[in-house]
T-cell receptor
Framework: QQQVKQSPQSLIVQKGGISIINCAYE??????FPWYQQFPGKGPALLIA?????SEKKEGRFTISFNKSAKQFSLHIMDSQPGDSATYFC????????????FGTGTRLTVIP | DAGVTQSPTHLIKTRGQQVTLRCSPK?????VSWYQQALGQGPQFIFQ???????QRGNFPDRFSGHQFPNYSSELNVNALLLGDSALYLC???????????FGPGTRLTVT
């Protein structure tokens, strides 16, 4: 059972465009929602994260939008660059106990020049 | 400031064998979590260690076991390897009480 559902599976965007990746969850106990970027042969790198008490968080060209009532959150990459080409994972963890992450299935982003 | 390190980088084992993977957490971190990432999938939580004890476990069989040492480094052991155990094994470190987890580069395990 996939606790965090991610879409699309793959995405092709032109340089300078906006990349949008969406995630949805069911468990209302989730209280931390990070995004990770993974290049081939590397481990996931923490990109940006949000908690449910805010609706948006921006760091440079990366923005998370969070809709608590819809139980959805998304990553927006503005001015996408070829160097952004990687696989992106959304994740979530619960309030109590170990902070183990439940990951989405990933989105392979390709930014074409 | 050293990040999370893992060894070895790659490993090839035969079905039925046993394997040990190693992880050193980011400087200042005291909690280590292990994840399995199958090809084309997101990482799946195996277990987490804090204060040298297993604190939480994901849906993995007892063939998967671990250990944490007083210096916070950790080992993942897998017994009776199956072909389906072939995956990238990731170690993530964090500071107890904080949510942020930082991953190492992983160990690519191939079971033939």
């Amino acid at each position: 059972q996939q606790q965090v559902k991610q879409s699309p599976q793959s995405l092709i965007v032109q340089k300078g465009g906006i990349s949008i990746i969406n995630c949805a969850y069911e468990n209302t106990a989730f209280d931390y929602f990070p995004w990770y970027q993974q290049f081939p042969g590397k481990g996931p790198a923490l990109l940006i994260a949000i908690r449910p008490d805010v609706s948006e968080k921006k760091e440079g060209r990366f923005t998370i939008s969070f809709n608590k009532s819809a139980k959805q959150f998304s990553l927006h990459i503005m001015d996408s660059q070829p160097g952004d080409s990687a696989t992106y994972f959304c994740a979530a963890s619960v309030q109590t106990g170990a902070n183990n992450l439940f990951f989405g299935t990933g989105t392979r982003l390709t930014v074409i020049p | 400031d050293a990040g999370v390190t893992q060894s070895p980088t790659h490993l090839i084992k035969t079905r039925g064998q046993q394997v040990t993977l190693r992880c050193s957490p980011k400087s200042g971190h005291d909690t280590v979590s292990w994840y399995q990432q199958a090809l084309g999938q997101g990482p799946q939580f195996i277990f987490q260690y804090y204060e040298e004890e297993e604190r939480q476990r994901g849906n993995f069989p007892d063939r998967f076991s671990g250990h944490q040492f007083p210096n916070y480094s950790s080992e993942l052991n897998v017994n009776a390897l199956l072909l389906g155990d072939s995956a990238l094994y990731l170690c993530a470190s964090s500071l107890k009480g904080l949510k942020e987890q930082y991953f190492g580069p992983g160990t690519r395990l191939t079971v033939t």
